[in-house]
């Protein structure tokens, strides 16, 4: 069943690697844990002994601090640069922790305090009046009545006096439902209940957090890959599952993903890799948006001609991801092709600059 989703769950995808940890974990468990904290650093992380993939690149430490946050009564805010991997790895902390990481709100412009906490059926709720049957439940209520960790992404893109109705829940550990009556009238958070959420650097400003809900997060940033190597075999680990997945016979190319890694990288720090200035574009050039241009350069290759996709795939579809924010990207990335990829070895970035004309305007 699993095969026809397209992206299942961390908990789904990795079901086995839960498994043994679980059954090899001896560690204390904190209340409410499926795993302890050294087992579910192993999920994270990996361990060849136990033939457990790493799943996140990035500091380890990093990794330590989320969980001993997750296992005190404070939330865990996880903010950095678009496309540094924020989501995921609250995905794995989730599906460590709890065992499940559907527990999601996705936060924006439209959000309301209904999705977030509880709502009604409302042909119930005429009929019965307001009962336990005919209360919804979101997904903060359905985490503090289970003792599950619910993840809270781009919380900064809500307005601000939605994001304040977690303070009660991350103060207080208490949901008040006042329709109800007796006991039902409040919904107490048990053991192992806490919230990830996630923001964008970028997005600082568009609904900055209240001071009082600071108070109840600790911050980690999470940072861009500063390696070349481990980025580029990052990209080529996913575009090749994702092109599998997509029915695609062939894997990428490395020599054409090491020409896209080295442009990201360059247009994303404005600086080549032997320190000359450059443009710097400002659309999102992260390792994620270069795994989803890796997907779309092999995909056009494969299913338009039958082959891998070469450099000037790579061109076309740089444009998508250049023209996003503002007209004058592709002005620099064009400026980029014919300064940078012109005085380069290689029959990649020869391939590159000869396909400019490819970019549109």
Partial sequence: MNDHVQRPPAEVRYADELARLRDSDDGDRPPGWALSLRAARRFVIGDERLGVSRKFVGDPSLIDRALVTLATNRGLMLVGEPGTAKSLLSELLAAAVSGTSTLTIQGGAATTEDQIK??????LLVAEGPSTRSLVAAPLLRGMAEGKVVRFEEITRCPLEVQ?????????RVLAVPELTGPEAMVFAREGFTVIATANTRDRGVNEMSAALKRRFNFETVFPIADFDTELSLVEAEATALLERSGVGAPPRRDVLEVLVTAFRELRQGQTLRGDATDRLSGVMSTAEAVSVAHAVGLRGWFLRGEPGTAADLVSCLAGTAAKDSPEDLAKLRRYLEQQA??????RWRDLYEARHLLPG
């Fill in 118 to 123: 509880y709502s009604w059926n409302y042909a």
């Fill in 164 to 172: 304040d109705c977690l303070l009660s829940p991350l103060s207080d």
């Fill in 342 to 347: 012109a005085g380069r070895r290689g029959d």
